[in-house]
C-alpha cells in the first residue's frame, strides 16, 4: 500500500517489524501517565511541570472547536517546533483523519506520536491513513472492539477511546470502553471455529481476533479519552481497563489549570487508592462547564466521525 | 480489573518491587514472573518492606521524579539502595540512578557515578534496535528515546556498549541500561538482578 505509485499514501520511513516494536514501545512506556492538550509552548510547560507524560499541540482545544465551528486543521508548524524546543516530554499532534499529507509534516518535524483524530475535520470519508510507512507512531480513536483493530491493521500502535471530547462528559468514554472490554471478553469465551463469524460481525482482520481471543487484550495500549475533566473521572478510567489517559479541554479551560493538572496525574498513578484520591480531589478550582449528551445531536459528535 | 498488587508468595521467592508512578510496569512484571521470581507495585515507601530487589522501570524521567517527589520515595529509595540489595533502572531509571543529569535535569539517586545525557538520540523518530557489544552475546538492546551514558567513575563497570557508548553498567549492587531489557524475551539481564538479589539473602 504504501509504496503504490501516484499519489503515495505513504511516509518516509520504512514499514518493518523492527519499526512497529519501537512504536509500540514509545506507548508502553506512557502507560500509567497523563497526556494533556496544549496549545502553545507555555501550556506545554505547565503540563510538562505537573506531571504529564507527553504532550498533544493542537490548534484549538475541543471545547474551542465545538464552540467555534470552522475547519480544524493539524497545529502551526511554529507552534509544534517551539513546544519541543521547550518541553522534555515526547510531543504529540494531531492530524485529520485521512489527511497522510499532514502526517508527512509531523513525521518529517520528528513529532513523537501523530494522533489521526476525529476531533478535527476530516479529510478523507472513506480512508484513513495507512499508518505503517510513517517513522513516527500512530494513536487513533476507537468506540469498539471492530474500530480499534481495524486502526490497528492499519499500523496504529496505540489505541484510545474516542469518548466525546470538548463535552466535559465521561459517559462516552465509559461506554466506549465497557464496549471494547466487554467485546473482548465475549471473544474469550468462543470456541476456535466461532472467531471467524464474530470477526466479520467485527469488521475486523482475522488475524487480530484470533489474537485477541487468545490473550484477552489488544495488541497495542489502551488508553483513555474524550470527556475527561477530573481526578475521579481519570481514575474511572483506570479502574475500567485504560491504561493511561488523555485530557483535552478539561485541564486548560478550568479555573486552575495547574492545580487540576497535578491531580489528574496523581489520581492516574493511584487510581485504586482511596487516600490519595481524596487527596487529588482537594482543592480544586472550577472545572470545565460540562455537555449533556442529550443535547448534543448526532451531527455535533465528534465520536461519529471515523469508521 | 487491572490491578496488579502484590501476588501470593511462597516463603523462599525471591519478590521484586517495581517502581509504578508511571511508565512500563507491566513488561518488567512480565520477564520477573518469567524468571520465576514474584514481584510487587512499589508506589509509597512502606511497599519497599520486605522486598529483596528493585526496578525502577522506563518511562517518562520527568513524570516519574515528580511522583517519586510527591510521596516521599527519594528518600526511601536510597535508604533501599544502601542497604545492598540490587536496584536495576531502565531507560528512564537509568536517568533516576545517575549521579548527574544533563540536558533537562531532573533529581536523580547518584546510585551509579554516571552521567546521563537525556533525549540524546533525539525523538522518538530516531528509536533504534541494535545488538550491544559486551559480555552478555548477541544481547538486542531497544532504545525509545534513549538517554545516553558518560564519564563512568572508576568503580562503574562497563558490561555493554553500543557505537562506543556504555548502554549497561553496574557499580556494585546498580544496574543500569538504556535500552529496554524488558520489550526483549531475552531475559539475561532481569537474570542478573536476580542473580544480585541471591547473593544478599541470608
Redesign the interface.
Not at chain 2, 509504578?20 to 513488561?27: E, N
Not at chain 2, 533525539?122 to 534496535?129: E, I, K, M, Y
Given at each position: 500500500m504504501s509504496d503504490q505509485a501516484g499519489n503515495g499514501n505513504g511516509g518516509t520511513g520504512e514499514a518493518t517489524a523492527q519499526s512497529f516494536e519501537l512504536k509500540v514501545g514509545l506507548a508502553e512506556m506512557m502507560k500509567g501517565g497523563v497526556i494533556m492538550d496544549v496549545v502553545n509552548p507555555d501550556q506545554a510547560k505547565i503540563a510538562e511541570d505537573s506531571g504529564a507524560c507527553a504532550v498533544m499541540a493542537l490548534e484549538r482545544v475541543p471545547s474551542d472547536i465545538r464552540r467555534d465551528g470552522g475547519v480544524a486543521r493539524m497545529c502551526q508548524v511554529e507552534i509544534i517546533e517551539s513546544i519541543q524546543r521547550t518541553v522534555s516530554i515526547p510531543v504529540m499532534a494531531k492530524i485529520r483523519i485521512g489527511h497522510y499529507l499532514e502526517a508527512q509534516v509531523l513525521d518529517a518535524l520528528g513529532v513523537d506520536f501523530i494522533d489521526e483524530s476525529e476531533v478535527l475535520t476530516p479529510a478523507d470519508e472513506e480512508h484513513h491513513v495507512d499508518k505503517f510507512g510513517f517513522r513516527s507512531p500512530f494513536v487513533c480513536g476507537a468506540r469498539d472492539l471492530g474500530e480499534a483493530l481495524r486502526r490497528i491493521s492499519e499500523g496504529a500502535a496505540m489505541i484510545r477511546t474516542k469518548g466525546e471530547a470538548g463535552s466535559g462528559n465521561i459517559v462516552e468514554a465509559v461506554r466506549h470502553l465497557r464496549t471494547i472490554f466487554g467485546q473482548m471478553r465475549s471473544l474469550q469465551a468462543l470456541l476456535p471455529e466461532e472467531v471467524a463469524a464474530r470477526a466479520k460481525e467485527l469488521r475486523a482482520p482475522l488475524d487480530l481476533v484470533q489474537r485477541v481471543a487468545e490473550t484477552g487484550h489488544l495488541p497495542v495500549p489502551n488508553f483513555a479519552a474524550g470527556g475527561i475533566a477530573t481526578p475521579a473521572d481519570a481514575a474511572l478510567c483506570r479502574s475500567l481497563g485504560a491504561e493511561a489517559v488523555f485530557v483535552g479541554s478539561g485541564i486548560f479551560k478550568s479555573g486552575d489549570p495547574a492545580v487540576l493538572a497535578r491531580a489528574i496525574v496523581r489520581a492516574t498513578t493511584h487510581w485504586d487508592q482511596p487516600e490519595e484520591l481524596v487527596a487529588a480531589c482537594r482543592g480544586l478550582g472550577k472545572p470545565m462547564e460540562g455537555i449533556e449528551m442529550e443535547t448534543l445531536d448526532e451531527s455535533q459528535r465528534l465520536a461519529n466521525r471515523g469508521w | 480489573?487491572?490491578?496488579a498488587g502484590r501476588q501470593s508468595r511462597p516463603a523462599a521467592e525471591l519478590c521484586v518491587g517495581i517502581v509504578?508512578?508511571?511508565?512500563?510496569?507491566?513488561?518488567h512484571a512480565a520477564a520477573i514472573a518469567k524468571a520465576g521470581a514474584a514481584w510487587a507495585q512499589v508506589?509509597h515507601p512502606e511497599d519497599l518492606d520486605d522486598l529483596d530487589a528493585l526496578i525502577l522501570p522506563?518511562?517518562?524521567s520527568?513524570?516519574i521524579s515528580?511522583?517519586l517527589e510527591?510521596v516521599g520515595l527519594y528518600e526511601a529509595l536510597e535508604a533501599f539502595a544502601q542497604s545492598g540489595r540490587p536496584v536495576l533502572g531502565t531507560?528512564?531509571g537509568a536517568i533516576l540512578m545517575a549521579r548527574e543529569v544533563e540536558?533537562?535535569p531532573v533529581r536523580s539517586l547518584g546510585l551509579i557515578d554516571i552521567t546521563a545525557v537525556?533525549?540524546a538520540y533525539?525523538?522518538?523518530?530516531?528509536?533504534?534496535?541494535t545488538v550491544a557489544q559486551g559480555e552478555l552475546e548477541g544481547l538486542r538492546a531497544?532504545f525509545?528515546?534513549a538517554p545516553q551514558l558518560k564519564r563512568p567513575g572508576p568503580d562503574v563497570e562497563v558490561l555493554a556498549r553500543v557505537d562506543g557508548w556504555p548502554v549497561f553498567v553496574r557499580q556494585q549492587n546498580a544496574l543500569a541500561t538504556t535500552f529496554?531489557p524488558e520489550?526483549t524475551p531475552d531475559g539475561r539481564v532481569h537474570a542478573a538482578l536476580l542473580e544480585l538479589a541471591r547473593k544478599q539473602q541470608p
Open positions: - | 480489573m487491572v490491578a509504578s508512578v508511571q511508565g512500563a510496569v507491566q513488561p508506589r522506563g518511562g517518562e520527568t513524570t515528580k511522583g510527591r531507560c528512564a540536558g533537562f537525556r533525549n533525539g525523538t522518538q523518530v530516531d528509536s533504534f534496535a531497544i525509545i528515546r529496554h520489550l
